[in-house]
């Protein structure tokens, strides 16, 4: 569910998921949504810098985010669309599996496999 209100900011908006899991624990996260990778850079920039009221934040120089188009050859990425125990829609399976092709046509290696974890939350229960 997201919670209202969106903020904007540099052609991104932030938005903020709360997951309830079977466990009845809830997950949230705040996280950029942007259209293209330059605005997706530009807001990592800005998130991933120092902030003075994070008390467990540590000083880190500027860091500028390439976002030029490079080759995937050689790179291998392993790939788990439900991580071996997650229940995973079928539009979300299918969405996920043209992300795989197109970052194999890139040239990547990718490999699907199952880490064999169990569910995050049974140790909870």
Do not use: H, W
């Not at 860091?63 to 669309?81: K, P, V």
């Not at 046509?105 to 699907?112: D, E, P």
């Amino acid at each position: 569910m997201l919670r209202s209100p969106r903020r904007k900011a540099s052609g991104a908006i932030i938005t903020c998921k709360t997951t309830t899991c079977e466990s009845g624990y809830k997950l949230t996260a705040d996280s950029p949504v942007t259209r293209t990778v330059a605005d997706a850079a530009l807001i990592f920039e800005i998130i991933a810098g120092y902030d003075l009221r994070d008390p467990a934040g540590l000083p880190v120089s500027p860091r500028r985010f390439d976002t030029n188009a490079a080759s995937l050859n050689g790179i291998r990425i392993g790939a788990s669309a439900d991580l071996g125990y997650a229940a995973v829609s079928p539009d979300v399976r299918a969405a996920f599996n043209r992300a795989l092709a197109i970052l194999d046509t890139c040239g990547a290696q990718v490999t699907i496999d199952d880490p064999g974890l169990d569910p995050a939350f049974s140790s909870i229960r």
